[in-house]
């Protein structure tokens, strides 16, 4: 009876997570500002392979073709956040400075907020975690009057107190 019951439970929760799985890439770029077109599916390779997406994104911010600075801004933002997710810090801040330095002077769009939440987690393994404190409480106080952004960076700040040893 319990190994029957026990079974139906993981069938339930086996259906439940296959039905969130696909919307998971959508709550994500819904945090940080849905890419557009080919950009949106760049980024849903970054976000399922980022090793496989990499490249690609080298190549692309790397072309010569005349591209709108906004655009490669959102591919820096796509790069930095891949190489964060593979544990290439160095390389995510190599992606998000310049990314950030294509944004108007206190650009505060979805877009530098994204680049500047990757810069701060990845500062936790090059920089500190008071850096990565002072930064991610610079972007929330900045983004008080938007809900869905502000929902989306306060978890980061706890992440940043958890991996300093703070459990609370």
Known sequence: MISANTRKVKLRVGFLLALGLPTFSSVHA???GQQ???LAAMEALAFRDPAAALPQLADSISSTTDMPPTRRAALHAIAADA????GFS???ITHADPGL???PPGDLSDLAIRMRTVRALVSTNVGGIDAATVELTRIVDS???R????RCVLRDPG???FRDGNLD
């Not at 190489?83 to 593979?86: C, G, H, I, T, V």
């Not at 809900?147 to 502000?150: D, E, G, N, R, Y």
């Open 30 to 32: 819904a945090c940080v």
């Open 36 to 38: 557009p077109g080919d």
């Open 83 to 86: 190489a964060r997710q593979l």
């Open 90 to 92: 160095r390389q995510s």
């Open 101 to 103: 330095a294509l944004l």
């Open 143 to 145: 983004i008080r009057d």
């Open 147 to 150: 809900p869905l952004a502000l």
């Open 159 to 161: 992440w940043v107190n």
